[in-house]
T-cell receptor, first 111, second 113 residues
């Protein structure tokens, strides 16, 4: 079974721009969660989607948003990028069940 | 919300020795505790997990123990090998439609040959 995939893998943007990241979960998995990983803050939960509905949200500003499509693929969007948004963005898929499996991440650099 | 603390932040062991990483959590409603291994430049990989109705779980050289009363859980790696060198993260979640994982800060494990 193919694992979680994320596109693009690397992205460079400038401050003030917006960005959209994509995540395709493992086939049959219907829950997708997004996490931000930085050296300073570690792994932090952004939000979780199940059946196209956001079920849970972390403590991030409204510039961070997401959505899920009927095929369970998910996108997250960050508007008005700031330097501090530079991070590895990871998505994780689940059936849903307790076990979450991560994708390779998208490395976002904001200059 | 849930707060997970992880110790130590770095751990250096001789090949063949054991490694132990400890985590504490604050939310008594948390009932699922996974451990992830992240090698440099790679995705976090689920290596073992434990649910609150179990006190210990073992998978070959790795084991996890859980003490619900004290709200702490630990990862034990025996007979360490160079390929065990990585960053290890503990996490906790309530589960049951709330699958938000709260992570510890990570432990960088280095196995010396």
């Amino acid at each position: 079974k193919a694992g979680v995939t994320q596109t693009p893998r690397y992205l460079i943007k400038t401050r003030g721009q917006q960005v959209t990241l994509s995540c395709s979960p493992i086939s049959g998995h219907r829950s997708v969660s997004w996490y931000q990983q930085t050296p300073g803050q570690g792994l932090q939960f952004l939000f979780e989607y199940f059946s196209e509905t956001q079920r849970n949200k972390g403590n991030f500003p409204g510039r961070f948003s997401g959505r899920q499509f009927s095929n369970s693929r998910s996108e997250m969007n960050v508007s008005t990028l700031e330097l501090g948004d530079s991070a590895l963005y990871l998505c994780a898929s689940s059936r849903p069940s307790y076990e979450q499996y991560f994708g390779p991440g998208t490395r976002l650099t904001v200059t | 919300g849930e707060n997970v603390e992880q110790h130590p932040s770095t751990l250096s062991v001789q090949e063949g020795d054991s490694a132990v990483i400890k985590c504490t959590y604050s939310d008594s409603a948390s009932n699922y505790f996974p451990w992830y291994k992240q090698e440099l430049g790679k995705r976090p990989q689920l290596i073992i997990d434990i649910r609150s109705n179990v006190g210990e779980k073992k998978d070959q050289r790795i084991a996890v123990t859980l003490n619900k009363t004290a709200k702490h859980f630990s990862l034990h790696i025996t007979e360490t090998q160079p390929e065990d060198s990585a960053v290890y993260f503990c996490a906790a979640t309530r589960g049951s439609n709330d699958y938000k994982l709260s992570f510890g800060a990570g432990t960088t494990v280095t196995v010396r040959a």
